[in-house]
């Protein structure tokens, strides 16, 4: 119905507009033609100047009949169209009243990804997530069983290990850490998830979508639990469970949670953190030369934890990235995004809980506000392509080959 209406204002703007056009080309036509046949100066004046002025009277036309269409436009709250579908109107309120264009393009992309994921219900496609494994094995030349984790037979004695974040200037400027024998000697033999194949896998996301998901219990009773950047388990079990069999640590959070590790008192919280969790933790420390040796030396404390510490294989990401950026990817993919491609070759069942990038969510028929992360108060950055991933996610989802999960689990 409104849509009717604003297609008979656009109609009618673009007859005069059409009107117009047909009359100002006629006229330079015309005026072109007298010009070229007479040579004269003055009609050539004339010509110009007319020109100018029917544009003039095109483009004031134009904005006249936009203005008032904007006036009339009221602010719309991207809030109506959230309650509307989800049973918070009465009889006595006028329904045209509530669907109305939204305010903006993120509330529409957001309020249909949420309504996309609520009303499809998910079934598993082995097929589509089969296909995606055997993409990603014959496109990278990196297997996880050989390349995930640094071991001593896929690092050689006296190798350079560049960083795949530093640009060429600062490669030349610090020379690579070079593979010696005391480091080899840490490295496992072989990785330990060689071989390892896992029925149902959870990957955690850090959204603060997963806030009062109570989606704890669901996530507690998957085969191999995937968690990223060292998110917190104490506090948050209820919604987002405790189990960890393969968490990333990734070498900023020594700075930005331990003060780069550089007095006892720092190593001492360090350690304490890392007694909550007893599971594979990855470390990729090849991502920033200056981040290598802090890296290392939070591996060294290895026997102080129950958790078994590994070092990230710098070719496994980046040719996970470049898989991704031949997708039409711009920015490097998300430790979630690194880690659904990994759980594809790892589990005959994904599901994704805490992916949801956007500042507002719904709530049981509610708008809310959402954090960045579940266990802090950090703003939104834009350091990955956010929307594109999800975008894909949620093809994936459709697709059945991840479990998108989204809102309240129920038990
Ligand atoms: C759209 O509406 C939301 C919700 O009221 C508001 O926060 C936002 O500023 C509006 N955006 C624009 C572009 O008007
Ligand atoms: C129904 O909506 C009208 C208009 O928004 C409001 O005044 C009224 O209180 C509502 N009634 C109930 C029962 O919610
Ligand atoms: C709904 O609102 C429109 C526009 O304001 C008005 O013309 C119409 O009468 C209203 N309908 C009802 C049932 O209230
Ligand atoms: C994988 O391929 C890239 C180029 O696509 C190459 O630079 C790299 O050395 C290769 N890695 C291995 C382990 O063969
Ligand atoms: C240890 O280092 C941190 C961060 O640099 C500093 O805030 C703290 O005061 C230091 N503690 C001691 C005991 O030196």
């Known amino acids: 119905m409104f849509g009717e209406i604003l297609l008979d204002r656009t109609l009618a703007s673009f007859t005069v507009c059409r009107w117009c056009l047909q009359r100002l080309s006629a006229e330079v036509f015309r005026l072109l033609t007298t010009f070229r046949r007479r040579q004269h100066s003055r009609r050539f004046v004339i010509a110009v100047l007319s020109t100018i002025l029917l544009y003039y009277l095109l483009l004031s036309t134009i904005s006249y009949t936009r203005r008032p269409r904007k006036r009339k436009t009221p602010p719309i709250l ?14 006595s309120s006028n329904f045209t009243k509530q669907i109305w264009v939204f305010n903006n393009s993120d509330a529409e992309r957001i309020y ?59 490669m030349l400027k610090y020379p690579h850490f070079v593979a010696t024998k005391d480091f080899m000697s840490t490295l496992p033999k072989e990785s330990p998830l060689k071989g390892k194949r896992y029925e149902k896998c959870a990957v955690i996301g850090n959204s603060g979508s997963l806030k009062q998901s109570t989606c704890g219990s ?15 388990l104490e506090g948050f079990v209820t919604d987002a469970g405790k189990r960890t069999d393969f968490l990333t640590f990734n070498p900023s959070i020594l700075y930005k949670r331990f003060g780069g590790l550089v007095n006892e008192s720092m190593i001492e919280s360090y350690i304490t953190f890392m007694k909550q969790y007893d599971s594979m933790v990855w470390y990729p420390c090849f991502g920033s030369r200056q ?13 102080q934890v129950d958790s078994r510490l590994v070092i990230g294989h710098p070719s496994h990401y980046v040719s996970i990235w470049e898989f ?39 709530h049981e028929g ?10 802090n108060n950090l703003p939104f950055t834009s350091h990955h392509s956010s929307d594109s991933e999800f975008r894909l996610l949620l093809q994936m989802h459709m697709l059945g080959s991840v479990n998108l999960h989204m809102g309240t689990c129920t038990q």
């Not at 309504?115 to 993409?135: S, V």
């Not at 297997?143 to 290990?161: A, G, P």
């Not at 981040?291 to 026997?303: F, Q, R």
Request: proline content about 5%; charged content about 20%; some cysteine.
């Open 324 to 362: 991704w950026k031949r997708r039409g990817l711009r920015k490097k993919p998300s430790t979630g995004l690194y880690l659904v491609s990994l759980a594809a070759t790892l589990c005959n069942e994904i599901h994704l809980y805490g992916f949801w990038p956007f500042p507002i969510q719904l």
């Open 366 to 375: 509610k708008v809310q506000e959402t954090a960045y992360h579940y266990f």
């Open 112 to 170: 249909l990804y949420a309504n996309l994921l609520q009303k499809l219900p998910w079934k598993a496609n082995p097929q589509h997530l089969d296909n995606f494994r055997r993409e990603l094995n014959a496109e990278t030349n990196v297997s996880t069983d050989r390349d995930l984790i640094l071991t001593q037979t896929n690092v050689q004695l006296d190798q350079e290990m560049p960083c795949y974040f530093d640009t060429k200037k600062s």
């Open 78 to 91: 991207s809030h109506f169209m959230f309650e509307s579908m989800h049973g918070n109107v009465n009889e």
């Open 218 to 232: 669901q996530i507690d009773g998957m085969d191999f639990v995937f968690r990223c950047n060292g998110a917190p």
């Open 291 to 303: 981040l290598v040796e802090p890296c290392i030396k939070a591996i060294s404390y290895h026997d």
